[in-house]
């Protein structure tokens, strides 16, 4: 569940076959206390402070570059076209999703019952 270089999970009660952990978002969800977890926490925790220093360096990674919307047509983003330097409208994805702040979780998931308190925004 926390397993992305440096980061770990916190253990914050335990309450019959269900244990609290707290998960490196801020989320706090139920756990089965059956579950095996492995102490400490995952090693490289420098890995975010990695600069690639140039863009020759990303693409080795297979990150392309990114193209702004608001530099493309209206055929091919919500934020795109316009006369001159249009600014963005609303902040919204490829597909029209709004972008910022919107919540994407299902809300029928059978899991919503193990979230007790949602990461912070």
Not at 39 to 54: R, Y
Request: proline fraction near 6%.
């Amino acid at each position: 569940m926390a397993r992305s270089a440096g980061t770990f999970a916190q253990l914050m009660a335990k309450d019959g076959k269900f244990v609290t952990v707290k998960m490196p978002s801020g989320e706090t969800r139920l756990v089965l206390s059956s579950c095996m977890a492995t102490i400490g926490a995952v090693s490289n925790s420098d890995h975010q402070l990695l600069v690639s220093g140039k863009a020759g360096r990303s693409r080795w990674l297979g990150r392309r570059p990114r193209t702004r919307p608001v530099a493309m047509n209206p055929v091919d983003h919500p934020m795109g076209g316009g006369e001159g330097r249009a600014s963005g409208g609303h902040p919204r994805s490829r597909n029209g999703v709004p972008a910022k702040g919107y919540r994407t979780r299902s809300k029928t998931k059978s899991t919503n019952k193990y979230i007790i308190e949602r990461r912070k925004k």
